[in-house]
């Protein structure tokens, strides 16, 4: 590795490592289906975070720039951790729409903020060279921390025989995680708060007039999306795939569920860490990391259709691995994409810059969730698959990155 592992890293990776030991991820979907809730409930849950998230994304991204990346940091963990404790005590639709849009206060103060922290290191220590290297190193932590996460999830739901536990359980970690982002040095708030607002909106707009800027945002973001609305329907696959075995016969169905998503979910985590560390191998070997991205865009759409087509055919173990490779590809890309997208816009706007991007995001998946959710309920889940990845195929037409010789 051509970078220190310094101090700082060490607590960059423990807050992906702590941000993703969320418990109730593994069984997000059989919770609220626990709960009696449909598809379409669900997707609505889901669409009312996205468009939280998305009315908020914008301006906690400039307040992150002018006023602080570390205080946003600490309202988002602290919106989180209240949220979690309205999950587990107030078993009501629209109280958890509330709940929702409490996480979203945490996504919005977050996303975007932690990666410009992070460039804004490399920056000060002349090392922005190796902004994929470093970045792909603290997502496989993050990864690392989702594939332990699996593992003590399901050891919660199978020894406490129910769901909603998971989400008191998540409260320690982000309680750890606050204390670790209370320590970061306060020169990764960036010299932003040395400069004036109106510069801070001038730059944040030129990037809008950039196209490959622009471009790299979209690309990033509507591939996300579609990630972040299909991942979740892997949970009801896993399911129908652990009441199809042969095995465990004298345990509960809860707790066969819980085993078989806790190990698949592990190793899949484990191979996504592997990704990320190893994100910009890939590009080198692909070319350059503009033509990996569009590779990849293009097989995740791939994917999406074929593990709906297995799944359609009860081929579930099949619509396993399909899912397992996307997880993987969405993990190449995420570090190739940040590094992407931060050599097209300035140091000083990054934390909106990147803001943009998520918020994008999250608007296409506030689209995304209640429709296919509204499919699957209609049509099952493998068909609202297969749709999906089609719809996501004929998006590369006009995001396809511009690739250097």
Same mark, same amino acid.
């Given at each position: 590795?051509?970078?220190?592992?310094?101090?700082?890293?060490?607590?960059?990776?423990?807050?992906?490592?702590?941000?993703?030991?969320?418990?109730?991820?593994?069984?997000?979907?059989?919770?609220?289906?626990?709960?009696?809730?449909?598809?379409?409930?669900?997707?609505?849950?889901?669409?009312?975070?996205?468009?939280?998230?998305?009315?908020?994304?914008?301006?906690?991204?400039?307040?992150?720039?002018?006023?602080?990346?570390?205080?946003?940091?600490?309202?988002?963990?602290?919106?989180?951790?209240?949220?979690?404790?309205?999950?587990?005590?107030?078993?009501?639709?629209?109280?958890?729409?509330?709940?929702?849009?409490?996480?979203?206060?945490?996504?919005?103060?977050?996303?975007?903020?932690?990666?410009?922290?992070?460039?804004?290191?490399?920056?000060?220590?002349?090392?922005?060279?190796?902004?994929?290297?470093?970045?792909?190193?603290?997502?496989?932590?993050?990864?690392?921390?989702?594939?332990?996460?699996?593992?003590?999830?399901?050891?919660?739901?199978?020894?406490?025989?129910?769901?909603?536990?998971?989400?008191?359980?998540?409260?320690?970690?982000?309680?750890?995680?606050?204390?670790?982002?209370?320590?970061?040095?306060?020169?990764?708030?960036?010299?932003?708060?040395?400069?004036?607002?109106?510069?801070?909106?001038?730059?944040?707009?030129?990037?809008?007039?950039?196209?490959?800027?622009?471009?790299?945002?979209?690309?990033?973001?509507?591939?996300?999306?579609?990630?972040?609305?299909?991942?979740?329907?892997?949970?009801?696959?896993?399911?129908?795939?652990?009441?199809?075995?042969?095995?465990?016969?004298?345990?509960?169905?809860?707790?066969?569920?819980?085993?078989?998503?806790?190990?698949?979910?592990?190793?899949?985590?484990?191979?996504?860490?592997?990704?990320?560390?190893?994100?910009?191998?890939?590009?080198?070997?692909?070319?350059?990391?503009?033509?990996?991205?569009?590779?990849?865009? #293009? &097989?995740? $759409? =791939? !994917?999406?259709?074929?593990? @709906?087509?297995?799944?359609?055919?009860?081929?579930?173990? /099949? +619509?396993?691995?399909?899912?397992?490779?996307?997880?993987?590809?969405?993990?190449?890309?995420?570090?190739?994409?940040?590094?992407?997208?931060?050599?097209?816009?300035?140091?000083?706007?990054?934390?909106?810059?990147?803001?943009?991007?998520?918020?994008?995001?999250? #608007? &296409?998946? $506030? =689209? !995304?969730?209640?429709?296919? @959710?509204?499919?699957?309920?209609?049509?099952?889940?493998? /068909? +609202?698959?297969?749709?999906?990845?089609?719809?996501?195929?004929?998006?590369?037409?006009?995001?396809?990155?511009?690739?250097?010789?």
């Amino acid at each position: 590795m051509a970078f220190t592992k310094d101090r700082q890293f060490y607590k960059f990776a423990a807050y992906g490592f702590l941000k993703n030991l969320r418990f109730f991820e593994p069984f997000l979907i059989l919770f609220f289906r626990e709960m009696g809730l449909s598809f379409l409930q669900i997707g609505m849950l889901f669409s009312i975070r996205e468009i939280a998230t998305n009315l908020l994304e914008l301006p906690t991204g400039l307040v992150a720039d002018i006023y602080g990346r570390r205080i946003s940091m600490l309202f988002s963990m602290t919106s989180y951790i209240i949220s979690f404790i309205i999950f587990y005590f107030f078993p009501n639709f629209y109280i958890y729409a509330l709940a929702m849009v409490l996480f979203a206060f945490g996504e919005a103060f977050r996303t975007g903020t932690h990666k410009a922290m992070i460039l804004e290191y490399l920056r000060m220590n002349k090392i922005l060279d190796k902004r994929v290297e470093y970045y792909g190193s603290t997502r496989a932590a993050s990864q690392l921390g989702s594939a332990i996460n699996s593992l003590i999830a399901a050891a919660i739901v199978f020894y406490s025989g129910n769901y909603k536990v998971v989400f008191l359980a998540a409260t320690l970690p982000y309680i750890f995680n606050l204390i670790n982002l209370a320590t970061y040095p306060k020169e990764l708030d960036g010299e932003i708060k040395k400069t004036g607002k109106q510069e801070t909106f001038k730059e944040f707009f030129g990037i809008f007039k950039n196209k490959d800027s622009l471009k790299g945002i979209m690309n990033s973001s509507i591939f996300d999306a579609f990630f972040k609305t299909v991942k979740e329907y892997l949970q009801p696959v896993l399911k129908s795939l652990a009441l199809s075995l042969p095995v465990m016969l004298a345990f509960s169905n809860n707790e066969r569920t819980a085993v078989v998503v806790g190990i698949v979910y592990f190793f899949i985590y484990l191979a996504t860490s592997y990704a990320s560390k190893n994100a910009s191998k890939v590009a080198k070997k692909i070319g350059n990391k503009e033509k990996a991205i569009n590779i990849t865009y #293009l &097989l995740g $759409a =791939v !994917l999406i259709i074929l593990s @709906g087509v297995s799944q359609r055919l009860n081929f579930q173990i /099949g +619509a396993v691995i399909f899912f397992l490779i996307l997880f993987v590809i969405e993990n190449i890309r995420r570090p190739l994409n940040v590094a992407y997208i931060s050599e097209k816009i300035s140091h000083k706007t990054m934390a909106s810059g990147l803001s943009a991007e998520s918020q994008l995001k999250t #608007l &296409l998946t $506030a =689209v !995304l969730a209640p429709t296919i @959710g509204f499919l699957a309920d209609k049509i099952t889940i493998g /068909g +609202a698959l297969v749709v999906c990845g089609f719809v996501m195929s004929i998006f590369y037409l006009l995001i396809r990155l511009r690739e250097e010789k």
